[in-house]
């Protein structure tokens, strides 16, 4: 069955740390990737997405991801996190060469954030 | 400017109610959505309008009916509310199929 996976629940980060969320599709054909933040209490802001071309993505607010074809993977990275980051990210797919084009979610992950 | 508004933000009503979300997109984008954020923040797409043409209707109960009056809006309009209906409702927009979506920034339906 088509899925997209967010393996982690729950990420807590120190300021000023790296951040590296993960993202596995399962799809026959590699979908169109993209990645949303939610702020509390907000709607989502995409962050950045990957139709094709270069696999190292980069989005706003210092977020980067890597599209892997191998491990079917796109995970989102940031070098050096701000408090401001806390926030829930999710991952999400439209399969390619549907009729529908519908934008699946991973069921996100919690990102907290220490001063 | 907003690009993408909802109303109201909160909702919170009896069961057996009937009630309307509305929304709105100033981007002159064809497709607009609905989709459903329950209490564990997951997300799932409930219906898809392409230049007022329904694309994608999910399982979603009979009592849910979006209408597109317009290009701009799509409203959703839920009969005889559940408590099961409470959620966060986001409404997006994108200029085609597959292109990216921009949200709306979410009603929260309570129904008591």
């Known amino acids: 069955a088509q899925s997209v996976t967010q393996p982690d629940i729950h990420i807590t980060v120190s300021e000023g740390a790296s951040l590296e969320l993960r993202c596995n599709y399962s799809?026959?054909?590699?979908?169109?990737l993209f990645w949303y933040v939610q702020s509390p209490g907000q709607g989502l802001q995409l962050l950045l997405k990957?139709?094709?071309?270069?696999?190292l993505v980069q989005g706003i607010k210092g977020f980067e991801a890597e599209f892997k074809r191998s491990q079917s993977s796109f995970n989102l990275r940031k070098p050096s996190v701000h408090w401001s980051d806390a926030a829930e990210y999710f991952c999400?797919?439209?399969?390619?060469?549907?009729?529908?084009?519908?934008?699946?979610f991973g069921a996100g992950t919690t990102v907290t954030v220490r001063a | 400017d907003t690009a993408v508004s909802q109303t109201p933000k909160y909702l919170v009503t009896q069961m057996g109610n009937d009630k309307s979300i509305k929304c709105e997109q100033n981007?002159?984008?064809?497709?607009m959505y609905w989709y459903k954020q329950d209490s564990k923040k997951f997300l799932k797409i409930m219906f898809s309008?392409?230049?007022?043409?329904?694309?994608i209707n999910e399982t979603v109960p009979n009592r849910f009916s979006p209408k597109s009056p317009d290009k701009a809006h799509l409203n959703l309009h839920i009969n005889s509310l559940e408590l099961g209906d409470s959620a966060v409702y986001f409404c997006?927009?994108?200029?085609?199929?597959?292109?990216?979506?921009?949200f709306g920034p979410g009603t929260r339906l309570t129904v008591l």
């Open positions: 997006a927009s994108s200029q085609a199929l597959a292109d990216t979506q921009y």
């Open positions: 309008y392409n230049n007022k043409e329904l694309i």
């Open positions: 981007l002159g984008h064809d497709t």
């Open positions: 999400a797919v439209v399969p390619r060469g549907s009729n529908d084009y519908k934008l699946s």
């Open positions: 990957y139709f094709s071309g270069d696999t």
């Open positions: 799809y026959g054909a590699t979908p169109y």
